[in-house]
Structures are given as C-alpha cells and as structure tokens.
C-alpha cells in the first residue's frame, strides 16, 4: 500500500482507534495522528473509491435489468402453483363479477365491499387477467410477479434518487460519500426487497395483488416526489391568451380575472398516482406521512415551520381521510364485535408484531401464511408481549435521542412505523395475529439501513461487496423458492402452517380438511376436522367442515348433529344451513331442506345461491310457483349463472310455459354465446315437442362449444342417441369420461331440479 493509499484509508477510516488504523497501515501511532492532524488543518480530504462514485447513465439502467433478472428467475416456480382455498375462491375463482368486462362490472367494482377493502382498481385488474386467460391460475401469478418486478426497479430508483441528494458532512474525509454510496446501497436493498422471502405471500398469493398493485404506485409516486423536492420545478401553463379562452371572455364576463395555473407537475403527478395506489388498496394511506418524514430528514423543509409543508399536502390528506371514511364503511362488519371497545391483548400485539417483523426480517425463519393467536395466553406469551412493548418504546426513546446525531436512524424508525401502523391489529380487522404480506413495503426501512452498514463496511473493497450481494442473493433466493412451494396449492399452504403451529390453530387444520374433500381425500378430511374440533374454543366454522367431511363418508347423523352444534355456537351462521339442505335433500326431506334455505334467506337476503336452492326444494314439493319465484330471485341477484338462469326456465317448461322457458334459454345464449348448457336444454325442449331437426341443431351447436362439464357432455350424448346419432353419442360418452377421470365432475355446490 502506497503512502498516499494508506492516507486516504485511514481518513477514510477515521472513526477506528489510532491502534487499529496503526495495525492496518503499518505505520505507528504518531504517524496516523500526524495524518488526522493535516486533514483537520485543512488538507483536501480523497475522493471516494473510484467504483462507488456517480456512476454513468448506463450502469443504473444495467442494474435495474440485473434486479428483474434476479427476481424473475427467483419467482419462475410461482407460475406452477394453483389457486389455494383462502380468500382466492371468494375473490378469483367463484367469483362471477370478474368475468365480464361491462359496464356493470365497472359499477360493481366501485360500489362492493367484497373481501372488507374498496380496491376498484385490483378488480380491474383481476378482470382483466380473466379477460387474457380464464380461471388460468398462471395469468394470475405471472401479473403478481411482474408487478412484483416493478415495484424492485422502482426501489432501486427510489433508493437511488435518495441516496444522491444526501448532504455530505461537513469535514468529513470525503463529502461527497452518499453519492458515492448512492449505487450499491441501492441496488443491495432493492435485492434485498427483490429476494426477500418475507414477501412471498404478497407475491405467490393471487388474491393479495392488492398489495403488489398498490405499491407499484406508492413507490412511483414517492420516486416523483423526490425528484419534485429536489428539482423544485415549477410550469405554470396560461390559457388567457388561447382562442378558446377568448371565446369564454366573450360570453361569460366573469372570467376575464381568471386565470388557470398548473404549478409542481410533479407533485399534480404524486397526487394522481397516489390516488391510483388508495384506488388498489387502502393500506396507501400512509404516503402522506412518509412525504413529510422526507421533508424532516434528509431534505429539511421543516426549517421554516410546518404550516407550508400540510399546505402542500392538503389535498393528500383530503385523500387519505376520504379513504380512511370508505374503508372504515367496508369494515362495518368486521368492526361490529369491536364496538364496545378495543381489546387490550390487540395493543399488546401491536407492540408484539414491531418487533416480530423486524425478527423475520433479519432472520426468515418459520415463515407461514397464517399466524394464529395462542389458545390462551400464557404467562410466558404475556411475558413476550410486554418484553415488545418495552423494546419498541426504548428504540423509540433511543431514535429519538439521536435524531440530531443520526437522523436518519429516527427517520427509518418513523417511516417503519407509519408505514405498519394502518395494519398492526390496534382495530383487528382478522383473526391472525401478523401477516408476511403486511411487511411489503415497511420492509424497505429495515433494507435500506442493513445495506448501507453493509456499503460501508466493505468501501475499501469491491471484491467484498460483490461476494456479499451475491451470498445474499443466493441464499436468500433460495429461501423464496423453498417458500414458494408453501403456496403450491391448498394443502401444501395449510400443511405448512400446521407443521409452524401444530395444535394451536383450528383455522389451518379446517383449511387443510377442505383442501382434502376437493381432493376426494375423505378420510384424511375427517381427520384434519376432528384435529381442528380438539383445538379451543370451539368455533362454528370448524364444526361446520366437520359436518360436511362426515356427510361425505356418509355418516349423515353424526353430519346433522355436528352441523346442529355449528349452529348452537352462531345462530346466525348461514353456512350450516346450506350444508344441512344438502342433507336433507339427500334424505329426501324436502320440507326441512325448505325450511333451511328460508332461514337462511332471512339472514342473508342478497344470496342468490340459497335463493336457487330453495327453488330446487319447491321443485321437489311440486310447489312451482313458489319455486319460479325463487329462481327468478336468483338469476336476478346473479344474472350470468347459466344454472340458475336454466332452473328458471325449466321449471317454466314443467309449468307448461314452453315460450317463456325458449325466451329464456335465448336470453342465456344472449350472455353467454359460449356455454353449451342453453343449447342442450334448447334441444332438450325441442326433443320434448318432436321437434327433431331443431333438437339436433342446438345439441350439434351444444356439442360444437366443446363441454367441460362431464355431466352436459353426457346428456347431449344421451340426447343424440334418442335421435339416432350413434356416432356423435358415442363421441359424447367418451369425452364425459374423459372429464370425469380428469376430476372435473365434482358434487354440486348448488342443485337443480328434479
């Protein structure tokens, strides 16, 4: 190491002790003094290492398409996994909003509380892949991942426009360090957030687009927000003197002092696409704040007071409360057991949940999709809980202490929290008790400190930084794929958070026992129910999944009595009642079967499934006034399902309404050109009035629609042999066998008529 190597090491090391400096550059005690003694005379300190300077326009663009490399690679296993049983049917696959892109579908996503969130734009989104797609669970997750790899580049960006604007510090042996640092600092945390196992939920998980969607414009919008702080723009656009204006003077004279100015276009941007973040999920409301945290550290625009700074950001905050207002409105059910006060084991978890996510970041063991709260709360779980409360508030008292020394330690503590607070359960708006997904972007905080200790630890050594960002990569790259495979499908998911939590939460082993009734896995069903029936309090949902895996084994009293109980537990619970009409009806009890769909209707008016069930009973009791009405109810309330729409026309047809029952088939194909079902039951009708030619057009038409369900495929078969069509029929058997090996003959959730 050459003399002036060894100068600019140790003032670029000044911080050691005269020992350590002396035992690294060779040179004794006096000697390095001498050195620091010159530099604080004066002498122009080095500049920063050649390979963490500004780097040219090229090397960003390079390691932005090294992050989507990175990341694509890393999440390519997403791609094979299915839709799990959590929120994805509600939400994606029995969801009949999503499939047509209409008007109504436009009001529909604005006006829902589907799922307890206002996201008309993840809606969108959701239809929009149906549109490309279908039900294809690979559209769903590619569009998470790419959106995922946005929100990585826009990371690096932010980060990036950061770190430049950083002020140096006066005296320092190299002011110009956090530009210098700009580069790896950003792209190490951006690999960190890009490869980080903690947001595997938010990623592999179809139904949480919101959260990756959402942030694509929360980061977006913070990018923007950093270059309008830095770059102060300001475009003022007058209009006075266009044609158009004078055409207004001349015919409303009250606008000739009015003049329309767009100032900031960048901040007009942030505002845009921050309403664009709140539009895809509410958890956006925090941006605001972060705006400000900003103004304090590191850009200082507080100085001057804060009446400016909220000035600028009113129409932010107006925002966020309108937000706050909706979101507030969609929770009204969720909130309801609430009213009477906030639990106190709620703020203790609070508390809890600032230090376990810091935990799981530094070390992303045990992650599961679904952490539970304990069964009761143990003195050692209290101990844990008032050990985080301790914790957060002398980080809290220690950040703030040193928010002159070390600001921007108080400003990562501020962003984390706020950025966490809209989702640390002070209202429990679930029955976990933390969420992986909920460290989405409050993760960023945590990143971006341990990679610019790691930047600085290995400045004098590009070698080193280079091993370190590729360790990290790997290991945590192969972290992520390991729990991507948590996410295959359902039973993978709730296999892996009873082996995380055995025996502590009835809610996995319940979502692990109907992830086994899809599978036809009867036996392993029944165990996973009675596991979850073992595990305290009883709840009416595990007794419910008891009853349902004890009908398919065919031990109907035990099936009855288990859903009795489930009812015992929540009078109000609909779900009972329409597992228990499926008995009934099994039985052959009609009337009970009625009785519990009318129960349930009054409980929940707006379900057109329990609508079409009781009119599947009134059939049976010949009752077919009764049963059109509550057909027509069902297709009203769900006008796209071609079961319901088909029952309405049958039981027209069994009313002797034949022209009403074709009106309605018509109407059928009208909304749907592509499901075989209108034209099998068309040609079903014409069969019935000797009507051959005609039969056989709409089941040749029916069979054409290549059926997926093996029950249709078999009846237009059946059909075409009473018409002779040996051929076709025989084409018909095969392809509902087919199906049903294929395991698409599934029992119906729903029923038709006699």
């Not at 963490?52 to 490399?69: E, N, T, Y």
């Not at 196992?197 to 927000?225: G, M, N, Q």
């Not at 009853?547 to 031990?555: C, I, P, S, V």
Request: aromatic letters at 14%.
């Amino acid at each position: 190491m050459s003399n002036e190597d060894k100068t600019n090491f140790i003032l670029r090391k000044r911080h050691l002790s005269l020992r350590e400096l002396s035992a690294q550059t060779g040179l004794t005690e006096g000697e390095v003094a001498e050195v620091l003694k010159k530099a604080g005379q004066g002498k122009t300190p080095p500049p920063a290492p050649p390979y963490f300077r500004m780097a040219g326009k090229g090397v960003p663009a390079g390691c932005a398409a090294l992050l989507a490399l990175a990341v694509a690679l890393c999440y390519l296993p997403v791609l094979h996994n299915d839709f799990v049983n959590w929120d994805d049917p509600s939400t994606i696959t029995e969801n009949p909003a999503i499939r047509h892109l209409d008007g109504a579908f436009l009001r529909w996503m604005f006006t829902t509380s589907a799922t307890t969130n206002w996201m008309p734009l993840t809606w969108l989104s959701f239809a929009l892949d149906y549109r490309i797609g279908g039900l294809n669970p690979q559209i769903f997750h590619a569009t998470n991942v790419l959106l995922h790899l946005l929100d990585t580049i826009l990371v690096f960006g932010v980060c990036f426009r950061l770190l430049k604007a950083l002020p140096g510090k006066e005296g320092a042996a190299s002011p110009d360090a956090p530009k210098a640092f700009a580069l790896p600092v950003a792209f190490l945390t951006a690999l960190l957030f890009g490869l980080h196992p903690i947001h595997v939920e938010s990623v592999a998980w179809a139904t949480e687009r919101k959260d990756v969607l959402y942030s694509l414009f929360y980061l977006w919008a913070l990018y923007e927000y950093l270059g309008y702080v830095v770059s102060k723009e300001s475009v003022e656009f007058e209009v006075l003197s266009s044609k158009f204006w004078k055409f207004l003077k001349l015919r409303f004279k009250n606008l000739n002092n009015l003049k329309f100015k767009i100032k900031n276009l960048k901040l007009l941007l942030c505002f845009l696409l921050y309403l664009l973040a709140l539009l895809s999920k509410p958890m956006a409301v925090t941006l605001p704040f972060v705006f400000l945290i900003l103004d304090d550290w590191p850009y200082r625009r507080l100085g001057r007071g804060w009446a400016p700074a909220l000035r600028e950001k009113a129409p932010f905050f107006a925002l966020a409360l309108a937000s706050a207002v909706v979101t507030f409105w969609t929770h009204e059910q969720t909130l309801s057991y609430a009213r009477s006060g906030v639990e106190w084991y709620w703020i203790l978890n609070a508390f809890r949940s600032v230090v376990f996510y810091l935990l799981k970041m530094a070390w992303p063991s045990g992650l599961a999709a679904y952490y539970p709260f304990p069964p009761s709360r143990t003195p050692g779980y209290l101990l844990e809980d008032f050990s985080a409360v301790g914790l957060t508030l002398a980080a809290f008292y220690f950040f703030f202490r040193l928010r002159r020394k070390a600001p921007y330690l108080w400003a990562a503590w501020l962003y984390y929290l706020v950025t966490l607070a809209p989702v640390l359960g002070l209202i429990q708006s679930g029955s976990q008790a933390a969420a992986d997904r909920y460290t989405y972007l409050p993760s960023l905080a945590f990143f971006l400190l341990l990679s610019a200790a790691a930047a600085r630890w290995v400045s004098y050594n590009l070698t080193l930084y280079g091993v370190i960002s590729l360790s990290a990569a790997t290991l945590l790259g192969f972290l992520t794929m390991g729990q991507i495979g948590a996410w295959r499908n359902t039973s993978a998911l709730w296999e892996r958070v009873t082996q995380v939590y055995p025996d502590e939460n009835p809610d996995a082993y319940s979502g692990l026992g109907m992830s086994y009734i899809k599978a036809h896995r009867y036996d392993e069903a029944l165990d996973a129910f009675s596991r979850a029936a073992s595990i305290p309090p009883p709840l009416e949902r595990t007794f419910e999944g008891l009853g349902t895996a004890l009908a398919y084994k065919d031990r109907i009293p035990e099936a009855i009595k288990a859903f009795d109980y489930a009812l015992t537990l929540d009078p109000k619970a609909t779900g009972p009642r329409a597992q228990l009409w499926h008995v009934y009806e099994k039985l052959g009890q009609h009337e009970e079967a009625a009785g519990q769909m009318e129960e349930a209707i009054r409980l929940e008016p707006g379900t057109a499934l329990y609508q079409n069930n009781l009119g599947v009973s009134y059939s049976f009791l010949k009752q077919y006034p009764e049963a059109e009405a509550a057909f027509a109810k069902a297709h009203q309330l769900d006008p796209r399902n071609s079961e319901y729409l088909v029952n309405l026309a049958t039981i027209c047809q069994w009313e002797g309404k034949a022209p009403e029952a074709m009106e309605w088939y018509w109407k059928g194909i009208a909304l749907d050109p592509t499901e075989p079902l209108y034209d099998l039951k068309m040609g079903d009708l014409f069969l019935s009035q000797g009507k051959k030619q005609k039969a056989l057009e709409r089941l040749q038409k029916a069979w054409e629609l290549h059926p997926t369900n093996p029950k249709v495929a078999r009846q237009i078969g059946e059909d075409f042999e009473k018409l002779g069509k040996k051929d076709l029929a025989s084409e018909c058997f095969a392809q509902a066998q087919r199906l049903a090996v294929a395991g698409k003959d599934q029992p119906p959730s729903t029923g038709t008529p006699p």
